[in-house]
């Protein structure tokens, strides 16, 4: 909540500290037209009543206000776009978990092997090619060569494919990172070598006594990583021309479009107040000294 | 350090990469002399890397694309430092309910997505700066040229580095929160010097060290930054040019022209690289006790 409130306050500031007026781009309109815009905006009140009636609205009507650059309500615009964005997201969050935690536990089974080095290379690697050069060489290289496959665009399921990989790229490779980490310093505690000193096998020792506690880094790093799903859906979707909420915040950035930035940001920072609460929980699940802490924020 | 093989293979290239694109790229072609009729050209021994869509010479552009990357990785990582020393020390050494309010605003500020917050500021600063270069090229008499281009880089220096403070400020905390303690700040203490006076003489000037090393971690971030900015079209603009920028013109004409996106997305990600290993290996070395996310 104090987190929503406060990146209201700042966007709207910032937003209306802006110079640009949202309709200085329409030159030919009339004096009295403008103001009558204006007021249907109500952007002709003082600021501080401005800056009430936003939040206002949101409670008692549901509303975030229209879109000045595309007449559009913007809860419109975030239904719509919304669940490709999701669909999007979920997909590369995937991949992350899918490609990122088993590399993970593979090199930190076999540490300091050219196996571990070699995974680890390539986790570095995969977090300083930013995804706006590996997204266009997968279409070149990729989308065009495999039947079936289109370069851009969005409706179909193999659709969802590409950008998604793209991606989720940036957080398999933290993940990868992090998951080693966890394992690492789970597997060099004693109930582990006494589990091994039972003869328990070493595949057993991973799945059953490791595993657990080694992915507490992994998942407290969910939050932040689907902050920054969110940052990159920005760059994918723009790439990869899916109609999605990131495509929207960059426009209105352009545009100087004030309540579809303000409405997209709230929307944002709301999604990640229940992401994290999400990951919160499942360290919880995971981990009982937490659990048992008393409760979670 | 110098046994961390990693870290001094890093610091060697980001050697290479500063002197070709501080010092080579004097000696090098103009980056923005247009010639249509050679566009596209291949690699030659006039042009190493080929030319572009325009005809420009690609390895000027990525050398002084690479000091606009460069430099605005660096000053915002120095905007950011002195934010994040200012704030970290206050509160470290104010404590009880000063720090726990002042941790309160960072913690806030940390969960909204930095993206999100660095493109809404960029696209207010723009505007500013805008106003701001027209008031100095006419009272001034600047060059009009030259405060042209500074318009579109000077608020991404900002727009990244009043937001890049956070972890920095956290740590800086830390740190100052185990030097109050020591022996050297009671002494200053019994002296009866001010408040002020020990934590800018005594304590900031200790915590200094570890923070420098820990915001060359920061400088790669902020590269990324820009360059995701720049490829969104809300960073620089021609006739300036960033590898981000440079990387989104190749991805135009990636169907034939693939060097123009691989070759400043190798520079880049090179450089990005480099950061990464040598603030790594720097930290593990100064063994500088950072909160690790």
Same mark, same amino acid.
């Given at each position: 909540?104090?987190?929503?409130?406060?990146?209201?306050?700042?966007?709207?500031?910032?937003?209306?500290?802006?110079?640009?007026?949202?309709?200085?781009?329409?030159?030919?309109?009339?004096?009295?037209?403008?103001?009558?815009?204006?007021?249907?905006?109500?952007?002709?009140?003082?600021?501080?009543?401005?800056?009430?009636?936003?939040?206002?609205?949101?409670?008692?009507?549901?509303?975030?206000?229209?879109?000045?650059?595309?007449?559009?309500?913007?809860?419109?615009?975030?239904? &719509?776009? =919304?669940?490709?964005?999701?669909?999007?997201?979920?997909?590369?969050?995937? !991949?992350?978990?899918?490609?990122?935690?088993?590399?993970?536990?593979?090199?930190?089974?076999?540490?300091?092997?050219?196996?571990?080095?070699?995974?680890?290379?390539?986790?570095?690697?995969?977090?300083?090619?930013?995804? =706006?050069?590996?997204?266009?060489?997968? &279409?070149?290289?990729?989308?065009?060569?495999?039947?079936?496959?289109?370069?851009?665009?969005?409706?179909?399921?193999?659709?969802?494919?590409?950008?998604? =990989?793209?991606?989720?790229?940036?957080?398999?490779?933290?993940?990868?990172?992090?998951?080693?980490?966890?394992?690492?310093?789970?597997?060099?505690?004693?109930?582990?070598?006494?589990?091994?000193?039972?003869?328990?096998?070493?595949?057993?020792?991973?799945?059953?006594?490791?595993?657990?506690?080694?992915?507490?880094?992994?998942?407290?790093?969910?939050?932040?990583? !689907?902050?920054?799903?969110?940052?990159?859906?920005?760059?994918?979707?723009?790439?990869?021309?899916?109609?999605?909420?990131?495509?929207?915040?960059?426009?209105?950035?352009?545009?100087?479009?004030?309540?579809?930035?303000?409405?997209?940001?709230?929307?944002?920072?709301?999604?990640?107040?229940?992401?994290?609460?999400?990951?919160?929980?499942?360290?919880?699940?995971?981990?009982?000294?937490?659990?048992?802490?008393?409760?979670?924020? | 350090?110098?046994?961390?093989?990693?870290?001094?293979?890093?610091?060697?290239?980001? %050697?290479?990469?500063?002197?070709?694109?501080?010092?080579?790229?004097?000696?090098?072609?103009?980056?923005?002399?247009?010639?249509?009729?050679?566009?596209?050209?291949?690699?030659?021994? /006039?042009?190493?890397?080929?030319?572009?869509?325009?005809?420009?010479?690609?390895?000027?552009?990525?050398?002084?694309?690479?000091?606009?990357?460069?430099?605005?990785?660096?000053?915002?990582?120095?905007?950011?430092?002195?934010?994040?020393?200012?704030?970290?020390?206050?509160?470290?050494?104010?404590?009880?309910?000063?720090?726990?309010?002042?941790?309160?605003? %960072?913690?806030?500020?940390?969960?909204?997505?930095?993206?999100?917050? %660095?493109?809404?500021?960029?696209?207010?600063?723009?505007?500013?700066?805008?106003?701001?270069?027209?008031?100095?090229?006419?009272?001034?008499?600047?060059?009009?040229?030259?405060?042209?281009?500074?318009?579109?880089?000077?608020?991404?220096?900002?727009?990244?580095?009043?937001?890049?403070?956070?972890?920095?400020?956290?740590?800086?905390?830390?740190?100052?929160?185990?030097?109050? /303690?020591?022996?050297?700040? /009671?002494?200053?203490?019994?002296?009866?010097?001010?408040?002020?006076?020990?934590?800018?003489?005594?304590?900031?000037?200790? %915590?200094?060290?570890?923070?420098?090393?820990?915001?060359?971690?920061?400088?790669?971030?902020?590269?990324?930054?820009?360059?995701? $900015?720049?490829?969104?079209?809300?960073?620089?603009?021609?006739?300036?040019?960033?590898?981000?920028?440079?990387?989104?013109?190749?991805?135009?004409?990636?169907?034939?022209?693939?060097?123009?996106?691989?070759?400043?997305?190798?520079?880049?990600? $090179?450089?990005?690289?480099? $950061?990464?290993?040598?603030?790594?290996?720097?930290?593990?070395?100064?063994?500088?006790?950072?909160?690790?996310?």
């Amino acid at each position: 909540m104090l987190v929503l409130f406060a990146l209201y306050t700042i966007t709207f500031f910032l937003a209306k500290a802006m110079p640009g007026e949202p309709f200085t781009s329409e030159k030919n309109i009339s004096a009295e037209t403008k103001a009558n815009i204006r007021k249907l905006y109500g952007l002709d009140k003082p600021i501080w009543e401005q800056y009430l009636a936003y939040p206002k609205n949101i409670i008692t009507e549901g509303s975030f206000g229209i879109s000045t650059s595309k007449g559009r309500p913007v809860l419109d615009i975030i239904k &719509q776009s =919304f669940p490709n964005s999701l669909i999007l997201g979920l997909c590369a969050l995937g !991949f992350a978990i899918g490609i990122g935690v088993p590399i993970g536990i593979f090199s930190a089974v076999r540490k300091n092997s050219w196996i571990d080095w070699a995974c680890m290379t390539v986790a570095m690697v995969g977090i300083c090619i930013p995804s =706006f050069t590996i997204g266009p060489l997968l &279409q070149i290289y990729v989308a065009a060569h495999i039947p079936g496959l289109k370069v851009a665009g969005w409706g179909n399921l193999e659709d969802i494919l590409l950008p998604s =990989f793209t991606l989720g790229l940036v957080s398999a490779a933290y993940l990868a990172r992090l998951t080693r980490g966890g394992i690492l310093e789970v597997l060099s505690q004693d109930f582990v070598r006494t589990a091994r000193a039972k003869g328990v096998s070493p595949v057993q020792v991973i799945l059953k006594h490791t595993l657990r506690g080694g992915l507490l880094p992994a998942v407290a790093y969910l939050g932040p990583a !689907f902050a920054a799903l969110i940052s990159g859906s920005f760059i994918v979707e723009t790439i990869f021309q899916v109609p999605g909420m990131g495509q929207h915040f960059v426009n209105a950035a352009t545009t100087r479009d004030e309540f579809l930035l303000l409405g997209l940001s709230l929307f944002f920072g709301f999604l990640i107040v229940v992401m994290n609460l999400l990951a919160d929980l499942l360290t919880g699940l995971l981990d009982p000294r937490v659990r048992h802490k008393g409760g979670t924020n | 350090m110098a046994k961390n093989k990693f870290a001094m293979g890093g610091f060697w290239v980001i %050697v290479v990469m500063f002197s070709l694109c501080f010092i080579l790229a004097w000696y090098c072609k103009d980056p923005n002399q247009v010639n249509l009729t050679n566009k596209f050209a291949p690699s030659s021994a /006039e042009h190493w890397f080929g030319t572009d869509a325009l005809g420009r010479d690609l390895f000027a552009r990525i050398l002084y694309g690479g000091q606009v990357s460069i430099l605005v990785g660096l000053i915002a990582t120095a905007v950011s430092v002195a934010i994040g020393i200012v704030y970290g020390s206050i509160s470290g050494f104010a404590g009880g309910r000063t720090d726990a309010v002042m941790m309160r605003i %960072v913690d806030t500020l940390l969960a909204i997505p930095f993206l999100v917050l %660095v493109i809404v500021l960029q696209a207010t600063l723009s505007d500013w700066s805008g106003d701001a270069t027209r008031w100095i090229v006419e009272n001034f008499k600047w060059d009009k040229e030259f405060t042209g281009r500074l318009t579109n880089i000077v608020p991404l220096f900002f727009a990244l580095g009043l937001l890049g403070w956070l972890t920095l400020s956290r740590i800086v905390r830390a740190q100052v929160m185990s030097i109050k /303690e020591r022996e050297f700040v /009671e002494a200053a203490v019994a002296l009866g010097y001010s408040k002020a006076r020990i934590l800018f003489r005594h304590v900031i000037p200790n %915590v200094l060290g570890p923070t420098v090393v820990y915001s060359t971690l920061t400088v790669p971030g902020f590269i990324m930054y820009e360059a995701i $900015l720049s490829f969104l079209g809300l960073g620089v603009e021609s006739p300036n040019s960033s590898w981000g920028v440079l990387i989104k013109e190749g991805a135009n004409f990636l169907e034939t022209e693939v060097q123009l996106l691989l070759l400043p997305g190798l520079f880049f990600s $090179l450089t990005l690289f480099s $950061l990464n290993f040598l603030g790594d290996g720097l930290r593990d070395a100064l063994d500088v006790k950072a909160a690790k996310d």
